[in-house]
């Protein structure tokens, strides 16, 4: 192996020590309100790990866990109530919803000042728009952490990102391209994606495919950032094949321990930030 493995899990580990610090000083703590619609086994356990990783640094964390068949009045009624109600800093809405609930008018409905997930409209404007006062989407701001503390500054390298998500591919577009970077975005339409993957200096693959990225859809030396997470056979899975990958990339991110844990490090963050702005903290 010659690829130098980046550390999500140190890096989280770290960025929720310093904002312990912070919110132990703190007699009002940030809270974080989780709604939840329906019994998706994924998001079941991403809403756990969020709820966890926030109690732990003493941040409150209420999760509001609806059932499938709860109508869309019902979820909008409850955003209106979290929006109007002063105990609460940050609120998201794990996605996907179910079919019968219209996500942009969910996403919407979110008060800017508490969208932590930084997914209605306006804020995914700001970011667009390279704006500072966006709220970075979490896995985006993770994915760009991790770059620029492992390759210090990365304007001008050509990253190349597989998948156009709402929630990863295209805010992270725009984030790299705030930063400098040469941005293409590959997705299941391209064509010969291979070809344009083994360009990159910075890959970021985003699909949900097990094991499809292999070496030959990476240029020697490449920086390899692995978003996947599925899960086959009770085993979680990257995007990335990792063996193969990690004898020709520089650098390389393990799944699990990637950016799972920096994705919940930088939600906690933009909680802190939500709650700060919301109290004029410095
Ligand atoms: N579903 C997958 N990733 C995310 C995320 O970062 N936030 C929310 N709200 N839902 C998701």
């Known amino acids: 192996m010659v690829a130098k493995i980046v550390d999500g899990k140190k890096m989280a580990a770290e960025i929720a020590e310093d904002l312990a610090v912070k919110i132990a000083k703190l007699s009002q703590k940030p809270h974080l309100a989780v709604v939840l619609v329906g019994d ?3 998001s079941l356990i991403y809403v756990r790990n969020k709820k966890k990783a926030a109690e732990s640094i003493g941040m409150k964390c209420s999760v509001h866990h609806l059932a499938e068949r709860t109508s869309e ?3 909008l009624d409850l955003l209106e109530k979290l929006n109007n109600d002063k105990d609460v800093n940050g609120i998201i809405v794990q996605m996907p919803l179910p079919e019968h609930i219209d996500s942009d008018k969910v996403l919407e409905a979110i008060a800017l000042a508490k969208d932590v997930d930084g997914f209605c409209p306006y804020n995914m404007g700001l970011l667009h ?3 500072k006062n966006a709220t970075v989407p979490a896995t985006p701001k993770a994915v760009l952490y991790m770059l620029e503390h492992t390759l210090g500054n990365i304007s001008g390298k050509h990253a190349v990102i597989i998948g156009r998500s709402n929630i990863v591919g295209r805010p992270l577009a725009s984030l790299l391209l705030n930063s400098d970077c040469t941005v293409t975005i590959g997705h299941k339409q391209s064509v010969d994606l291979q070809k344009l993957t083994a360009q990159a200096d910075i890959l970021v693959s985003a699909c ?6 292999d070496e030959k859809w990476v240029k020697d030396g490449a920086t390899v950032i692995d ?3 599925t899960r086959v056979d ?5 995007d990335v094949d ?5 004898e020709k990339a520089e650098f390389i991110t393990p799944v699990p321990g990637g950016v799972g844990p920096m994705t919940v490090a930088m939600l906690l963050e933009n909680t802190w930030l939500a709650y700060k702005k919301q109290n004029k903290l410095g």
């Open 129 to 131: 728009a390279n704006s």
């Open 234 to 238: 009770g085993k979680i899975c990257g």
């Open 73 to 75: 009045k019902e979820l």
């Open 40 to 42: 998706c086994e994924a």
């Open 242 to 246: 990792f063996a193969k990958v990690a």
């Open 227 to 229: 978003v996947g997470i």
């Open 208 to 213: 949900g495919v097990p094991q499809m990225v």
